[in-house]
């Protein structure tokens, strides 16, 4: 429908028309037919293209995009349809585009979102438990710390608590510790050698569980050629991590001292050798030899595949009775990989060279 005004009447002009006033500039008013039919009693100023009577103009549609060949006609007009290509995600009426590959590659932009949050938040929750974890089981060992007086240099061994020891676990056999490090722990002994991978001396579920002896060793002092001793290499740097760094040369001479005590004896002990091997290495559980000749043989042997030794290994082969050896994993091979610390007592090496003086 054509727009049009009506202009307010002229004062002393009458409602319906009539004879003008002086105002009016002196023009007759016409009467033109308007499209409602009736008489319309106001002429438009020329070239006023909204006024009645004026030609109106078209006002069809414009295309968006591009318009269809041979448009449409309309009410005997041409009218002007858009012919729609999708190049854009909305269309006139603010609506989304129904294209479906845009619709399924929202669909999998989404998709990938979840699981990409999903995978962050799986990685956020088991580093957290990790570092719980880590620090449950250093709690465990400051509280069975307590049980033993160490003193500052390691010029004495441990004083240990055994009843209160006892009293918490009664398959405590021993205690180690090598001055300097953090390796200051009451082992155990169970009737295999699972028991205390991950089990506190309380009975609970730890991430580092206990240092234990071999339970095919005849506990609890050294009494077996060889006498073994395991304990976790945490990746925090607790329990046995310091025997793993022993392989370089220079961490291995800073180590001149490991004490190993029972209820009933003592035992000062130095580095021999410290060599790697794997899980599957049977002869590392020898614990037994027909004589001090095969000891002597089987740690020569050792000597060879080293990773790092003492200056006087060769002497302190000779010497060796029994050796107490302090096992811990390596993550050089996986999970398989093993780092053994063989250590002699002292009291060897002193009646060797006694017996060469």
């Given at each position: 429908m054509a727009s049009h005004f009506k202009q307010p009447d002229d004062a002393g002009a009458s409602p319906r028309g009539g004879r003008h006033s002086a105002r009016s500039g002196g023009n007759p008013r016409s009467h033109l037919k308007t499209r409602r039919g009736g008489d319309e009693s106001y002429h438009a100023p020329e070239g006023n293209p909204y006024a009645a009577g004026a030609p109106r103009v078209s006002c069809g549609y414009v295309s968006v995009v591009s318009e269809p060949e041979g448009g449409s006609r309309h009410g005997g007009r041409r009218r002007r349809d858009a012919g729609f290509r999708e190049t854009d995600p909305y269309d006139?009426?603010?609506?989304?585009?129904?294209?479906?590959?845009?619709?399924?590659?929202?669909?999998?932009?989404?998709?990938?979102?979840?699981?990409?949050?999903?995978?962050?938040?799986?990685?956020?929750?088991?580093?957290?438990?990790?570092?719980?974890?880590?620090?449950?089981?250093?709690?465990?060992?400051?509280?069975?710390?307590?049980?033993?007086?160490?003193?500052?240099?390691?010029?004495?061994?441990?004083?240990?608590?055994?009843?209160?020891?006892?009293?918490?676990?009664?398959?405590?056999?021993?205690?180690?510790?090598?001055?300097?490090?953090?390796?200051?722990?009451?082992?155990?002994?169970?009737?295999?050698?699972?028991?205390?991978?991950?089990?506190?001396?309380?009975?609970?579920?730890?991430?580092?569980?206990?240092?234990f002896m071999d339970y095919e060793n005849t506990a609890p002092g050294m009494v077996d050629g060889q006498t073994i001793i395991y304990g976790h290499h945490l990746r925090n740097g607790a329990m046995f991590k310091p025997i793993s760094d022993m392989t370089n040369q220079e961490m291995f001479d800073g180590v001149t001292t490991i004490w190993y005590v029972t209820e009933e004896a003592t035992y000062e002990l130095e580095p021999l050798l410290i060599y790697e091997t794997s899980a599957d290495d049977t002869a590392a559980r020898t614990f037994s030899f027909a004589s001090e000749d095969e000891l002597h043989t089987y740690l020569t042997a050792l000597l060879d595949r080293s990773s790092a030794s003492s200056a006087n290994a060769t002497e302190l082969i000779a010497g060796a009775t029994n050796v107490l050896t302090l096992c811990t994993c390596n993550y050089d091979n996986g999970d398989s990989g093993r780092t053994l610390l063989v250590c002699v007592p002292k009291a060897a090496a002193a009646d060797d060279a006694a017996q060469a003086e």
């Open positions: 006139l009426s603010g609506r989304r585009s129904r294209d479906p590959r845009k619709r399924a590659g929202r669909i999998v932009s989404v998709i990938l979102f979840v699981v990409g949050f999903a995978l962050i938040a799986t990685a956020a929750g088991l580093w957290i438990y990790n570092q719980w974890q880590y620090h449950e089981q250093d709690r465990i060992n400051e509280e069975l710390a307590a049980y033993a007086d160490v003193s500052d240099n390691g010029a004495t061994p441990p004083q240990v608590d055994w009843a209160a020891l006892k009293a918490v676990n009664d398959e405590v056999v021993g205690w180690v510790q090598i001055p300097g490090t953090v390796v200051n722990f009451p082992v155990y002994q169970a009737s295999d050698n699972e028991k205390y991978l991950h089990t506190s001396a309380e009975g609970n579920y730890s991430l580092g569980g206990q240092v």
